[in-house]
Each structure stands twice: as C-alpha cells, then as structure tokens.
C-alpha cells in the first residue's frame, strides 16, 4: 500500500503564495485521481481542488477558483497545489488524499490520507 506525503506548508502574509507537494511512495496511485482538502481549527474538512490520472481534468472549490492551480507531475508521482492571492481564510491543515469514485468533492469518496501540512496566512 502507498503513502502520500504532503510539504510546502509554511507562513506567508496576505496575497503571498505557497507551492504544497503531494508525493506518492513508488507508483503508487499513479493512475488515480487525486485530491486537496483542508481544515481549519474548529471546522470540517472541506474540498480544495482534484484533478484526475493524467491532468486533463481539474476542479476547484469556489473559494479558491482563480487563486489556486493544481497539477500533477506523474513521472515524480506528485501533485502539486499551487496558491496564489493566499487570504488569512485559507488558513488551514491542507490534506491530499486518492479519490476511489463518485463525487470529486466528497471526503468520504477519498482515502489514503496524508499526514497533512499547515498553512498560516497573516494578516
């Protein structure tokens, strides 16, 4: 079984960026659909963006279409999230995760979670 592990969290101040990494262990998940999720203190986790096995196909949370790109390099087997315009709201443990099917913004549709990574947004 592979793991996913999630770096590139750190503290940046309102309107900077951050690149996080998802890197998978091997080949592992290679041909699957991945996701970013986050959670902020005292709130659910909630969907940030996914994109499917070859990069053709990506989807957004509304909160944070236009600002954040995700990507994916499989010949690192990474994915990457990419955030610009970062807001003291986004604020939050950011998670990646391997989508099994059904709808793209559901957690329980994900598993094979990563430790996560925290990102702080200052004001």
């Known amino acids: 079984q592979g793991q996913l592990v999630e770096s590139g969290g750190g503290l940046v101040q309102a309107g900077g960026s951050l690149r996080l990494s998802c890197a998978a262990s091997g080949r592992a998940f290679s041909i699957h659909m991945r996701g970013w999720f986050r959670q902020a203190p005292g709130k659910e986790r909630e969907f940030v963006a996914a994109?499917?096995?070859?990069?053709?196909?990506?989807y957004y949370a509304d909160s944070v279409k236009g600002r954040f790109t995700i990507s994916r390099d499989n010949a690192k087997n990474t994915v990457y999230l990419q955030m610009n315009s970062l807001k003291p709201e986004d604020t939050a443990v950011y998670y990646c995760?391997?989508?099994?099917?059904?709808?793209?913004?559901?957690?329980?549709?994900?598993?094979?979670w990563g430790q996560g990574t925290q990102v702080t947004v200052s004001s």
């Open positions: 995760a391997v989508n099994r099917g059904g709808t793209v913004g559901v957690t329980t549709n994900y598993d094979n």
């Open positions: 994109i499917n096995w070859n990069g053709g196909t990506t």
